[in-house]
């Protein structure tokens, strides 16, 4: 997959794609519907299948110090994308040049004429340009205009309601992952680098991989069973474990991350990339009266999560 990050500056051999647009947050099942609409669209007329989505995330772009609500940064959106068959990312800088175009330029400057797209996609809600003036019948008559097609895909709804991003964040918010992945079509990850801790997991016998959650939707706190995929260096490979996520109120902590252990594994993870898929929420963040008792518990946690992952 080729990612394109400037639409004024485009190879020709990455013109002329059959896209969906829109942010893509999570990449849940109706993000995928709207893929797959640009995917079929795109055989018909010999396109290849990209997607169309911005980077920051505009709500990040105009509210910069609201709270973190990104399901996945930009990395592990392009790994889901690049596992769906997309072959051209345009991850578009969003800055005040952009967010400044009106809809008719969007479409004229953007889709048509810088990076010549034959085909688009967008959800029924879609709004674009500046102020969100744009809609998704606006870009319809853009597209017959400016010479590329353009199909409006509905919304999807799931069993429980409409499959949109702000849902899946609230199952993660209720400690719900299992509905979160029904909704996304797929576990919920958490990827990222695995940086140096306190070592308290590797004195208590219980070694942690620790990754930062900062600038991501924060699930519930707490203990999970959790799918371990490391992702570059000797020990790549897929794992089970449990994972605590949260502040360590057993230990003052203030700044929220992901511990992860890893079953039956010996080696050294600092500095290796790891998707950490959350898969059933087996307690909330907890204090105890001693360290026995803390790893009695951790003892009863990676019983109940090895037994919950060998049930997949």
């Not at 990455?14 to 893509?24: E, K, L, Q, T, Y």
């Not at 019948?137 to 799931?158: N, Q």
């Not at 203990?223 to 020990?235: I, N, T």
Request: glycine residues 12%; hydrophobic residues 40%.
């Amino acid at each position: 997959m080729r990612i394109i990050r400037d639409y004024t500056y485009v190879d020709r051999s990455d013109r002329g794609a059959s896209v969906a647009i829109g942010n893509f947050d999570g990449v849940h099942i109706g993000h995928q519907s709207v893929i797959d609409i640009a995917r079929a669209a795109g055989e018909k007329i010999g396109a290849p299948l990209g997607v169309l989505t911005f980077e920051p995330h505009p709500r990040e772009y105009f509210a910069p110090d609201a709270p973190p609500f990104r399901l996945m940064g930009r990395t592990a959106r392009a790994h889901r994308l690049h596992k769906l068959g997309v072959e051209r990312l345009y991850e578009l800088n969003f800055n005040a040049a952009l967010s400044a175009l009106p809809p008719e330029s969007f479409a004229r400057d953007v889709l048509a004429e810088g990076l010549g797209l034959r085909h688009v996609v967008v959800g029924a809600d879609f709004c674009f340009g500046k102020g969100r003036a744009g809609n998704a019948a606006d870009l319809e008559r853009f597209g017959a205009e400016m010479g590329f097609g353009v199909s409006i895909a509905r919304l999807l709804a799931g069993e429980k309601g409409e499959v949109s991003s702000t849902a899946v964040r609230q199952a993660l918010t209720d400690g719900r992952p299992r509905d979160a992945a029904a909704m996304l079509g797929h576990w919920h990850r958490i990827e990222g680098t695995v940086v140096g801790g306190e070592q308290r997991g590797r004195e208590l016998g219980y070694p942690t991989a620790n990754m930062s959650i900062e600038g991501l939707h924060q699930p519930r706190f707490g203990v999970y069973a959790v799918l371990v995929d490391v992702l570059d260096g000797p020990h790549q490979g897929q794992y089970h474990g449990a994972a605590s996520l949260g502040v360590r109120p057993m230990f003052g902590g203030e700044i929220p991350n992901l511990e992860t252990y890893l079953f039956d594994f010996s080696g050294d993870l600092y500095g290796t990339d790891l998707s950490v898929a959350l898969v059933d929420y087996l307690r909330p963040e907890e204090t105890f009266d001693g360290l026995d008792t803390f790893i009695a518990q951790m003892d009863a946690d990676c019983l109940r999560a090895r037994t919950i992952l060998a049930g997949l």
